[in-house]
Structures are given as C-alpha cells and as structure tokens.
C-alpha cells in the first residue's frame, strides 16, 4: 500500500504596516530555494503583495486610504479581487505538490476597510463571495501574524506608516479581532524576535507541526 504524501498546507504572511511581513516570505522563498534537501515539487508558490500592483494600475495613493472613504473602499474591493485571482491561479495548477505562502491575505483589505471606512464597509466585504472562497483557504492553511511595535520601520512612500504608536496597535488589534470573529486559527511572530533566522525557524517549525497534523 502505497503511503500517502504529507500535504503542505499553504502559508499566510499578515499583520499591520511595516511588520516585517515581506521580509519574512523572502526569506522563507530563499530558503526553499537553496535548500537541495527539498524534494522537487515541494517548493512553494509565492503570491506577492498585491497592494502595491493595484495602488500603480488602477492609480490609487496611500493618501486615499485616509483622506477618501469611498476611494479606500473602492481600493480595498480591488485588493480584494486581485489577492482571489492570485490564490486562484495558485490552486488551478491542481496538483497535491503545489502550496503558496502568501504575502498578506484577503483579511488584509478589510481589516483597512474597518479601520479607515467603517464597519459596514468591512461587512459588506465580508459577505462577497470572492472572500468567501479566501476565508475557506485561510481556514485551512498556516496563518502568520506579525506582530506590530517592531523596530524595523522604514517609509518606501508607498506603505501607509503608523502615524504613531497608538494607531499602529489599533491595526494589530483589528486583525486579532478579525480573526477570532471568523474563527480563523494564527500563530503570532512576536515583535520582539528582531533575529529574521528566528523568525523564519518559528514559522517552518509551525508549517513542520501543521503538515504532520494533515497526513
């Protein structure tokens, strides 16, 4: 009887601005990449943030997160849709070897739609349909939330940076909350791993745990 592949459950990189998110999937894809121990087709896909795809192509500013309700609304419903078109493609190829880890998730937009458009607005996302099939996913992957108060800001002009402290942790509590009000199971990388190795070896050893749980 032939034994049955492990199957690697995709991984969901999230949290507030500047927390060290993208940082973390590249180095997670480097190892991947360099490691010869890993079986071919093991490797993962890697979904980009899609944010800043949208901010250039559909001409939106960080200043509209803020300054313009229906316009934060409006960008993060494109968001949104381009994080369900990323994730689909992903799981088109149809194959057991292939899993993603995932530079935020579709909880990332409406986490921002709550804080800077309101609730109604969050829950008007939350009943479309492109979540629906997101949320699903979630439900079954490794969900990472790096945790704000970190020391690694810099300002790219194009990430919203936390005005202050006080605001960047109303974004990590936004999250939390979010993700206990659809059930959604996450790990916390603490903001107080400044090591980037500790922090890749907290989420392997998390993905490790989780993959055993599958077979």
Known sequence: MATREPEIPCVYIIGAQCTGKTTLVNALEEIYNR??????????????????TVLREKQFSRD???TSPSRALQLQKHILDAQHQAEKSAVSLNSRSI??????SGLDP???AQLFVGEDAAGEMLELKTWKELERRMKTGLVALCEAGCTWLTDDGVRLMPGHMEEWMRVDSAFRQLLAARQIKYTVVPKDTNSLEERVELVLKELSKATLTST
Not at 99 to 104: A, E, G, M, P, V
Request: glycine share 4%; aromatic share 10%; charged share 30%.
């Open 64 to 66: 509209d997160i803020t």
């Open 110 to 112: 409406i986490v921002y």
């Open 99 to 104: 899993w993603y880890i995932s530079d935020r």
């Open 35 to 52: 490691d010869e121990a890993i079986l071919p087709g093991t490797r993962p896909l890697i979904i980009r943030e899609v944010a800043r």
